[in-house]
């Protein structure tokens, strides 16, 4: 696997790594469960500006439009939507008020287990020992930094942020089945209907909206810490599979971490350094996986971003360009060969 091809996950989990403090940092001027409506309403309204700029350019360029989610895939994202936009963040937001930062990132680690598991064991997603020691070493070093002195014990608090990773695991591996779809509008639907249910129970309760600038704030970290990271992690998903984004994905407490040092200075001990080197084995485990046999490709009408590679020969019913990548609604025939890849939009098979 190229550092390429995993670089999607790792700045999906960069910029959501480094929400976790930034999001804490305005726990005292809000609510919890208001600031997870904010959060995801800059996440949905930011990339609903970003697909609506998009779209402005493909009518100017005239260029092919990408085509909506399809009708039979809206009980997945719904699911998703209600897993990991809104139960999620109203538990994290509400275990951050008790959690201090730096080990709130470092509990987040959960969330790549759970995620794994329920890939491997509900969706039969194909692991060898190489990913499966891989998500180990990434774990244990979360492990190490969640039990430095002075971390986060299993207080009513870090419970409350163990049931959000639950919920994003959740809603990870609903997710896949709708990654194939546009990655920015995925993320943008999740925003929104997450945004407005959560700042609607919020002002329900009868909690104030609090200053413009805490407002303007915390929609700026969700747009980038929860919306282009979910894009990103949407992308990753459809090319790498589950288990392995999640892996990636767990890394973010590192980042976390990081930030959280710099907002409260504080001198990074020896299990830092031990859980960086952990995390970082994990990953190199996982960027040195080569996954090769003889498989068969059954009958699939799907719509992704692609270019007319050896899975993608086929005509176009309407004018066409030449620019790649696009995306429109493709029909793949049945197909036998062999080659590297990954449990990606096209290679879900058995074993």
Not at 1 to 16: G, N, Q, V
Not at 52 to 59: E, G, N, P, Q, S
Not at 190 to 197: D, I, N, P
Not at 282 to 287: K, R
Request: neutral net charge; charged residues 10%.
């Amino acid at each position: 696997m190229s550092l390429r091809t995993a670089s999607p996950a790792l700045l999906a989990a960069i910029l959501f790594g480094a929400s976790t403090p930034l999001a804490k940092n305005l726990t005292g001027a809000v609510s919890p469960l208001l600031l997870a409506g904010l959060l995801y309403l800059g996440s949905g309204l930011g990339l609903a500006l970003v697909l609506a700029l998009r779209r402005f350019a493909r009518t100017v360029s005239r260029s092919h439009d990408a085509a909506g989610i399809p009708r039979s895939e809206w009980f997945w994202l719904l699911g998703a939507i209600l897993a990991g936009g809104v139960a999620g963040p109203a538990l994290l937001m509400t275990g951050l008020v008790t959690a201090n930062a730096a080990s709130a990132s470092l509990l987040l680690n959960v969330e790549a287990v759970f995620t794994a598991l329920i890939a491997w064991v509900v969706f039969k997603e194909n692991a060898d020992r190489q990913i499966v020691l891989g998500m180990v070493a990434i774990v244990a070093g979360g492990l190490v930094l969640a039990w430095q002195p002075g971390s986060l014990q299993m207080s009513a608090g870090g419970m409350l942020i163990v049931g959000a990773c639950l919920c994003w695991a959740i809603d990870n591996n609903l997710t896949r089945k709708v990654s194939s779809n546009d990655a920015l509008l995925v993320a943008c639907i999740k925003g929104v209907v997450a945004g407005v249910c959560n700042t609607t129970l919020a002002l329900g309760q009868g909690i104030a909206m609090p200053s413009l600038p805490v407002v303007g704030g915390a929609m700026l970290v969700g747009f980038a810490g929860y919306g282009v990271s979910l894009a990103l992690f949407v992308t990753a998903l459809r090319t790498l599979g589950t288990a392995r984004t999640g892996a990636y994905f767990s890394v973010a407490p590192l980042f976390g971490v990081l930030i959280s040092f710099a907002i409260w200075p504080e001198k990074p001990g020896v299990a830092f350094w031990l859980a960086a080197a952990l995390m970082a084995f994990g990953v190199w485990l996982h960027l040195r996986e080569r996954h090769e046999h003889a498989h068969t490709h059954e009958p699939l009408d799907h719509s992704h971003t692609h270019r007319h590679d050896e899975h993608h020969q086929h005509a176009h019913d309407f004018p066409w360009d030449g620019r790649e990548p696009h995306r429109h609604w493709h029909h793949h025939d049945v197909l036998m060969h062999k080659h590297p890849h990954y449990p990606d939009v096209h290679h879900r098979h058995a074993h």
